[in-house]
């Protein structure tokens, strides 16, 4: 079964950068949708960046110009890098991919991450 792995959370102050990772754990037929959630810390989930099959990028207003969403194909790996972070940017960060597999029957899973960490504060 398909799954991702993340990496690169952590704490930074204000005006800090953290690049997020999300790693597949086999390579897959096609991605129909991938993207980039979080939840704040009582708060419900909320989108953060979706790319869709198009490739037409969506970023929530709070993070255009700071966030870049992008994805190497060798490395299997999406990334989020995050630029002039905010305190509100503080929340559980969550990867999501929408994939088609490989084999005899092409089969479609959403994958989640795990959820990884970011706060920002002084």
């Known amino acids: 079964q398909v799954h991702v792995v993340e990496s690169g959370g952590g704490s930074v102050q204000p005006g800090g950068s953290l690049r997020l990772s999300c790693t597949l754990s086999e ?16 708060k419900d989930r909320e989108e ?15 993070v255009k110009g700071r966030f870049t969403i992008s994805r190497n194909n060798d490395e299997n790996t999406m990334y989020l890098q995050m630029n002039n972070l905010k305190p509100e940017d503080t929340a559980v960060y969550y990867c999501r991919h929408g994939v088609v597999t490989h084999g005899p029957v092409h089969k479609s899973a959403e994958v989640w991450g ?8 002084a």
Do not use: E, L
Not at 28 to 40: L, N, T
Not at 114 to 121: A, C, D, E, L, R
């Open 27 to 42: 390579r897959i037929f096609s991605i129909y949708r991938m993207g980039w959630y979080r939840q704040p810390p009582g």
């Open 48 to 62: 953060v960046v979706v790319v869709d099959g198009g490739g037409n990028t969506k970023y929530a207003d709070s």
């Open 114 to 121: 795990q959820g990884i960490q970011v706060t920002v504060s």
